[in-house]
């Protein structure tokens, strides 16, 4: 009995300090929140904050006189709110709440492969989430921008244009098309931004296509067989960051700025190709690396060939950005390294 007793009484310290720590959060949060309403500047809401474009579009947009809140969920923390962006209700109370001026929508479920094999859920995030978004952003009079990909191409007659006829190869990218076309849909004001595979700041390698590389690349006791099939156009999510601020700042101004626009680095590049390049930025050797000449049956989705984005659109608008090259992925992966002290010499 007395170890019982002990047991319950552990458990109900618990409880109580969990309690007192989600609602200190909640406090903070919502003092943040209060503190930056008086802020003047236009209010934007970018979902997804939590996540390695968010984080950046996030940073982006503050850094730049904007009144920034964004959303999360299992990651949510202090200054996010959390919000389950499938619970209609919860969605409406937050734009209710909040009245944005503008919404960038960056949550999706963007793993081809996870698609492929939990597409439920993905398409509650990637087609229905967006479809409540887009009508409430109407019904609001916010502008929305919604992020989509080169993935709604076939790879089979590249370069694509904003006007090309769509043709996606996996669940994935039709998830996405049909996300495109819901938020023009509700919201024929919106604008639409396809980027490429990209990479950037992560809390983890494998938060990125790209930057996942790097375990396979610093393992130089095993051999390893990279894509060098699908051609990639790696771009970096601080220069997609400043394209949706421009884009957003641009429509704001002028109504005629909607519908579908691209955005690309145009750093042709296999994964073979990155790993190679990783491993050079680093020193290390390349040797147990090979090139992979056919699509590895291993992948639960196919990908296109080449989905290279002509970014033309932005470019008369004069809304593009000069992007960083690829060898600034070492600055993301440099976290990450045993020996810190390469950033004496790499690329100096």
């Known amino acids: 009995c007395r170890n019982n007793y002990f047991y319950v009484h552990n458990v109900q310290q618990y409880v109580i300090q969990y309690w007192y720590s989600f609602n200190a959060e909640l406090i903070l949060a919502q003092r943040v929140f209060q503190e930056e309403a008086l802020v003047q500047g236009p209010r934007v809401l970018v979902t997804g904050a939590t996540g390695l474009l968010g984080r950046a579009v996030y940073k982006e947009f503050q850094n730049n006189g904007w009144v920034v809140v964004g959303t999360g969920y299992r990651r949510a923390r202090p200054r996010l709110l959390r919000c389950d962006l499938t619970d209609e209700d919860a969605v409406r109370e937050l734009l209710h709440e909040y009245k944005p001026d503008v919404i960038v929508h960056c949550a999706a479920e963007r793993r081809p492969d996870i698609v492929e094999r939990h597409t439920e859920a993905a398409i509650n995030l990637n087609v229905h989430a967006t479809s409540v978004l887009a009508k409430e952003a109407a019904a609001c009079s916010a502008l ?23 043709s996606p190869l996996n669940v994935y990218g039709r998830s996405k098309l049909e996300g495109e076309r819901e938020t023009l849909r509700h919201c024929p004001g919106a604008v639409v931004l396809r980027v490429p595979i990209l990479f950037g700041e992560v809390e983890s390698v494998s938060e990125s296509a790209v930057t996942s590389l790097w ?21 970096h999510t601080r220069d997609v960051a400043v394209v949706c601020r421009k884009l957003c700042e641009r429509a704001r101004q002028d109504p005629s700025i909607n519908g579908i626009f691209h955005f690309s680095a145009n750093e042709q590049m296999t994964k073979y190709e990155m790993g190679i390049a990783m491993a050079q930025a680093f020193r290390l050797s390349s040797a147990h690396l090979s090139p992979l000449t056919e699509q590895s049956a291993l992948t639960a989705a196919l990908r296109p060939m080449n989905s290279r984005l002509n970014c033309s659109r932005l470019e008369m608008l004069n809304l593009n950005v000069h992007s960083l090259p690829f060898t600034s992925v070492v600055d993301c992966l440099w976290p990450f390294t045993d020996d810190k002290r390469w950033r004496q010499t790499v690329f100096h």
């Open 215 to 235: 375990l396979k690349v610093r393992d130089t006791s095993e051999s390893c067989a990279l894509d060098h099939c699908q051609q990639r156009f790696p771009t």
């Open 144 to 166: 929305f921008l919604y992020i989509s990909t080169d993935y709604v191409f076939d790879g089979r007659n590249p370069p694509y244009g904003e006007d090309d006829a769509p």
